[in-house]
């Protein structure tokens, strides 16, 4: 198995900060590195034990879904190869785990799209018959498909806080406060691109949804984050369409009215809500075979997804 790697130490360039599971480095004006730990979050909380090789689990996946999906939306891939913005003895840490990526200005949003009535949107449903305010039909039973994929936005969270869905009108309201000065001499507002963000979101899940599908995973929900150039176009950034940010189940074991089996972090929140623990921070060491285990969930989602062995 691969030696963990639960945050990266490079010198050559400036940190700018750590996020839950990706360090980020400025290497010029118009260039970042983004190095993918092996860190895992639950419930907004960094736990103590990292997980081998997750970090080249989620960039080869991530990689893969760029270029998939590069046609409905430009993303913030340069094609840059990070070994070459790094020093000789920095390399390690940047091999099969980090990007080279454009410098954009990001959206102050969490585009979060649902095609199926799980998690937290189902929660929401037996409260009140809609989801993030969006009302759907009466009837419908835990992991039921939506007659549509709908596009659920929320905050993006500081580390342990947590995200807090918000409607479409609040996430234009958002985008226009933040992006105003950027977005000046483009001929854009911040509305106009919460809405095309809206749009693409749900055209980037739709068509990931249906490619999963013929490699037998559901894509049961995702989270998106977008940027935008000095030019106003919209990027898709961060990652795409990895067990991090979306909820993978394996077509075969899907049953309406109960949870699937996933191939995401699922299982160690399911392991996480069998403790005492209040879920904050510190978070609980988790077990060896509960690593091992969701180890292994990470490399089955991407292999079967690619069509390619892990490269470890």
């Excluded at 991530?62 to 590069?70: E, H, I, Q, S, Y």
Aim: glycine letters at 8%; aromatic letters at 8%.
């Amino acid at each position: 198995m691969t030696a963990s790697v639960f945050e990266s130490s490079i010198k050559s360039l400036q940190l700018l900060g750590r996020g839950k599971v990706r360090d980020l480095y400025a290497i010029d004006a118009n260039h970042l590195l983004i190095v993918t730990s092996d860190r895992l979050s639950a419930f907004d909380v960094i736990l103590p034990d990292p997980i081998p090789g997750k970090g080249k689990v989620l960039t080869q996946l991530a990689n893969f879904w760029f270029d998939k999906l590069a046609h409905i939306l430009p993303n913030q891939l340069t094609g840059i190869d990070p070994e070459t913005v790094v020093t000789a003895d920095e390399r390690d840490q940047v091999r099969g785990r980090a990007l080279v990526v454009k410098r954009l200005k990001p959206l102050p949003i969490e585009a979060v799209v649902r095609g199926y009535l799980i998690g937290s949107g189902w929660k929401d449903y037996q409260e009140t018959g809609a989801v993030c305010g969006i009302p759907l039909p009466a009837g419908l039973q835990m992991a039921s498909k939506l007659a549509m994929p709908i596009f659920t936005p929320a905050t993006k969270a500081e580390i342990g806080d947590h995200d807090e869905n918000i409607s479409f009108e609040q996430a234009q309201i958002n985008c226009a406060a933040v992006l105003a000065e950027a977005l000046q001499g483009t001929g854009k507002n911040g509305a106009e691109i919460a809405t095309q963000a809206r749009d693409a979101a749900i055209a980037l899940y739709s068509a990931a949804a249906d490619y999963a599908a013929t490699r037998g995973i559901i894509i049961a929900d995702t989270k998106f984050e977008f940027g935008i150039d000095a030019a106003g176009t919209l990027h898709l950034i961060d990652e795409a369409l990895t067990p991090d940010s979306s909820r993978f189940w394996p077509a075969d074991a899907y049953r309406v009215g109960v949870n699937p089996p996933s191939y995401d972090k699922q299982y160690v929140r399911d392991y996480l809500e069998t403790l005492d623990w209040g879920k904050t921070a510190p978070g609980p060491q988790l077990p060896p075979e509960v690593i091992e285990r969701t180890r292994a969930k990470y490399v089955e989602a991407c292999e079967l997804l690619t069509g390619e062995n892990f490269r470890d």
